[in-house]
């Protein structure tokens, strides 16, 4: 248990950061779920769309420390790969 008022001030800033950083990350997973349920349907112009307006989202998430960068660079290529594939 925290002692200290610096202590118990940590513990109440991090759960409102995680609160913030839960709901970046949900954010951004439910983009990248729309870009696949698109390709799924095979309906390019909508994936495409969907993947404009994930890679922003994934920018900010490196930005804010939510994501590694790799991470988000990774699942951006990835999306980016199918998207082009549906010809």
Known sequence: MANTPQA?????????RAAING???SRI???VKKVE????????????TALQTVQPELAR???RGVLHK???????GRLTK???ALA
């Open 8 to 16: 118990k001030k940590r513990i109440r800033r991090n759960e409102r």
């Open 23 to 25: 709901a970046r990350i």
């Open 29 to 31: 997973r439910t983009l």
């Open 37 to 48: 349920a698109a390709l799924a349907t095979g309906d390019k112009e909508a994936a495409a």
């Open 61 to 63: 998430g490196v930005a």
């Open 70 to 76: 790799n991470t988000a660079a990774r699942k951006f």
């Open 82 to 84: 199918a998207v082009s």
